[in-house]
């Protein structure tokens, strides 16, 4: 089997547990959504605005590092995990002091218990560092889907059981906790590694000479997408910064669950590719166009029909974040584009190229932020297509033109996509005019206009690739196959 049929067939493994997993998480989240009020999303983003960055910074690159090195052994692996558990460690304990911080900084004492109790999970995140790389090393990608869909269908029913006894802002935490411990005992339990009472701290240095840069590129990456979070939980009421997260949340939903997917599976392949400079071009420019494909008409969709979807599926304490939703949808195109980047820099060997575009990034967003709070709730998403549009771009310049790879030929890789969701675009804007084609009101009237979308929209962007691009169709078949 080629490397890129292992990888097809990685991703679409990790894909159909991702689909499964996420169709009961959705549903759960809108279902708590109901029941929660948006304070307690406020408070949740308060209470780990810092722990978040610790735990950014408490896998230390050692998954990325085993991932890329060409050979490992037990002894070294043995190292590894009880460095990265004394150091997950003393982060559990920096917790308790971080959430008197976090309360003065925020003017709010109820994140105290909330932030101290993120510890826990940062020792669970240390055991699974080790046995979770080595299966993405292997692409054991349908384990690793199976074991991530079991742990978010059991969090997801305790959460709603949570939520449902008024556990308010706990229910969200209760989540993540009760997540982890799953996966940690799931991968220990389908993993076939053990550690060892074996630690040398030299065994651990090449894995740390690696992973820092990527552990500090990640941490500064950590810091410019919480300053939105940080500077608005200063500036607003908690209800208004729960409006906030929970869009950006929902907009966020095909990057977080479906980009994320493919790049997980990308980079194992990418670093099995690092010596072989047009392998691993080609492969760059499929995942773009591949990318694009699936989660473009995704969000130009959001943008259209954003008001629908927030009306049929929430209650109308949630109405405000509308418009904002919207627009954040069109500011995740090119996050989606540009998430693979840093991962190629890795594989070839070059973390600290992340961690010089994180630099740039983490000076120019944070202050982006701090000037857009102050013009309330819609105009924080300014930032995102104006700064971040141009930071994103200047990315992928810099990381196709490293690797080898033309603007123009990259350009015309992601044409085809772009074209075709513009021919959606129109399609579908002209259907979501006609507002005598519904003659329904109220949510049967959002549910008809959003399902008429839906088919107009795949109509129009599947019959633009049958008509103009069908080689790129019948490549994906082959790989289906």
Not at 343 to 352: C, E, K
Request: hydrophobic share 50%; with cysteine.
């Amino acid at each position: 089997m080629s490397l890129e049929s292992k990888v097809f067939k990685s991703v679409s493994w990790l894909a159909l547990f991702s689909v499964l997993g996420q169709g009961v998480s959705w549903a759960a989240t809108i279902l708590i959504a109901h029941i929660l009020v948006p304070g307690d999303y406020g408070l949740m983003s308060m209470a780990t605005i810092i722990t978040g960055y610790a735990s950014i910074f408490s896998e230390l690159g050692l998954g990325n590092a085993i991932i890329q090195r060409p050979n490992i052994n037990k002894s070294e692996l043995s190292s590894v995990f009880w460095f990265s558990m004394g150091f997950t460690s003393i982060l559990a304990l920096f917790c308790f002091p971080a959430a008197f911080l976090t309360a003065s900084i925020m003017h709010e004492p109820r994140v105290i218990p909330l932030t101290q109790t993120v510890g826990f999970i940062f020792i669970l995140n240390g055991l699974q560092i080790v046995p979770s790389s080595l299966l993405r090393r292997e692409l054991d990608f349908k384990s690793l889907g199976f074991i991530d869909m079991s742990c978010a269908i059991i969090s997801c029913l305790a959460m709603f059981a949570i939520a449902k006894l008024n556990g308010g802002v706990w229910t969200l935490i209760g989540g993540y906790i009760i997540r982890s411990f799953l996966r940690t005992i799931f991968l220990f339990k389908k993993g076939h590694w053990r550690p060892s009472f074996h630690f040398n701290f030299k065994e651990s240095k090449p894995y740390l000479s690696f992973g820092i840069a990527v552990a500090l590129g990640r941490s500064l990456y950590y810091v410019q997408e919480k300053s939105d979070r940080f500077f608005a939980g200063r500036a607003w009421k908690a209800d208004i910064l729960g409006y906030y997260t929970f869009a950006l949340e929902m907009a966020q939903i095909p990057t977080d669950k479906i980009v994320s997917v493919i790049n997980n599976v990308s980079f194992s392949a990418f670093s099995k590719l690092q010596n072989d400079k047009e392998g691993f071009n080609k492969f760059y420019l499929n995942i773009n166009k591949v990318t694009l494909t699936i989660v473009l008409p995704l969000f130009i969709g959001g943008f259209i029909v954003g008001d629908d979807i927030i009306r049929l599926f929430l209650n109308e304490k949630w109405y405000p974040i509308i418009t904002i939703f919207r627009f954040l949808c069109l500011s995740q195109i090119l996050t989606s584009l540009n998430a693979v980047n840093s991962f190629v820099h890795s594989a070839q060997g070059r973390p600290q190229w992340s961690l010089y575009y994180n630099i740039v990034s983490v000076i120019v967003m944070p202050i982006s932020f701090y000037i857009a709070v102050k013009h309330g709730l819609n105009g924080i998403v300014v930032p995102w297509l104006s700064s971040y549009l141009v930071l994103s771009a200047g990315w992928i310049v810099i990381s196709i033109r490293k690797i080898g790879i033309s603007f123009s030929g990259y350009c015309s890789n992601v044409a085809h996509p772009f074209f075709a969701s513009i021919l959606m675009c129109i399609a579908v804007s002209l259907v979501h005019r006609q507002n005598y084609l519904f003659f329904l009101s109220g949510k049967m009237h959002s549910l008809l206009v959003l399902i008429v979308s839906i088919l107009v929209g795949a109509i129009f962007f599947g019959g633009y690739f049958w008509f103009v691009d069908k080689k790129f169709l019948i490549s994906l078949r082959s790989l289906i196959k």
